[in-house]
Each structure stands twice: as C-alpha cells, then as structure tokens.
C-alpha cells in the first residue's frame, strides 16, 4: 500500500510547475553547462565537467522523486462545511493573549513557517483540524501548555 502525499490545491500546483521547469529549463542548463565542461578537455581532470556531472546526477534524482511525489498526491477535499478547519483553511488565531495571527493549513511538504503555513501533521495543525470558530485548544509546545484561540476559518 503506498503512502498519499497529502496536499492542497495550490501545492500540488506548485509541484507540477516545479517539476515543468526541472525538466525543461534546468534540464538544458545543466546540459549546456555539461557541454561547455566537455569542450574544456580532459575529462579525468576537469573539474568542471565533475561538478556538471554531479549537478546532472542531482537535477534528474529531484525530477525522479518529484515526479513520484505528484503521482502519490492526493488533494484533501474542502467541501463541507466551510466554517471547520481542513487543509487549505485560513484560520486566524490569538495564541495566548497576544496579537491576532493568520495561518494557513497545508500537507507537509508545504509548511513554511515564514509565510505562516502550518502543516497538517504538526502538532498545531493536527490540534485544529476539524475545529470551528470561537473554539478554544490548548497544546502542548515545547515550551509547554499554549492557549488558542480561533477567531475565524475561511
């Protein structure tokens, strides 16, 4: 049984246009990096042509587990109600009695703490899962007990 990659819509989109430039732009600069190596010489010692190699070597080991990540993705469902917290729900938060907070809930390969993009799976993401408005958690962080406080879901 092979294991989803569970993802919004945006970021499987976001794969598949990673994944077109890999193949398509990156694909010939390396070559024409490969090429330009070889043009040197001696390839036993040319240490440009090693590191064009090693780049070629990298680039199609990406292209390959991109490729098997967007195979295995699965996009979660967002119909239902529009007011419980799934993947792609923009929740805004108040943590602790501090400022206001807006996150969005994204599979795991999407997380970005600096665009305030919460995985699914952490344990943040997973305490508000299925939640509503005007709900009150309380996680435990590793600096211990936090309060949140869900101000709206969109």
Do not use: C, W
Request: proline share 2%.
């Amino acid at each position: 049984m092979s294991k989803h990659l569970i993802v919004t819509e945006a970021g499987l989109q976001k794969m598949k246009d990673e994944l077109e430039y890999l193949k398509t732009t990156r694909r010939k600069e390396v070559a024409d990096r490969l090429k330009d190596a070889i043009s040197y010489g001696d390839l036993s010692e040319n240490s440009e042509y090693q590191e064009a190699k090693e780049e070629q070597a990298f680039l199609e080991g990406k292209i390959i587990t991109l490729d098997k990540e967007i195979k295995s993705a699965k996009v979660e469902s967002t119909k239902g109600k529009k007011s419980v917290i799934h993947l792609g729900s923009i929740v805004e938060l108040q943590i602790e009695e501090n400022d206001i907070e807006t996150f969005t809930i994204v599979g795991g390969n999407e997380a970005d703490p600096f665009e305030n993009k919460i995985s699914n799976e952490s344990p943040v993401g997973v305490a508000l899962l299925g939640k509503e408005k005007n709900t009150t958690i309380i996680i435990d962080t590793p600096e211990g007990k936090v309060k949140y406080n869900i101000i709206s879901v969109k």
